[in-house]
């Protein structure tokens, strides 16, 4: 959980970067699709942060339980 708050944090900061005069010069004219894929990728962490702390706040019982390989 700490490291997908940590990816949202450094998206949002990221894209606060990009609408900078500093950080148009340093994207140039690709701007605006590193604008589109950090704003998708802010979505994605946003509801997997969310849907963690839904999780952990039900107490999964599946979450408990150690993952192992398949035939073992």
Request: proline residues 7%; hydrophobic residues 50%; positive net charge.
């Amino acid at each position: 959980m700490l490291r997908t708050a940590l990816t949202l944090i450094l998206v949002i900061a990221a894209l606060y970067l990009a609408f900078t005069p500093r950080g148009l010069a340093l994207l140039g004219p690709s701007r605006p699709m590193v604008v589109i894929a950090l704003g998708v990728m802010g979505v994605l962490q946003a509801s997997r942060y969310a849907r963690l702390r839904q999780d952990q706040k039900r107490g999964d019982l599946l979450k408990s339980i150690p993952k192992r390989p398949l035939g073992i």
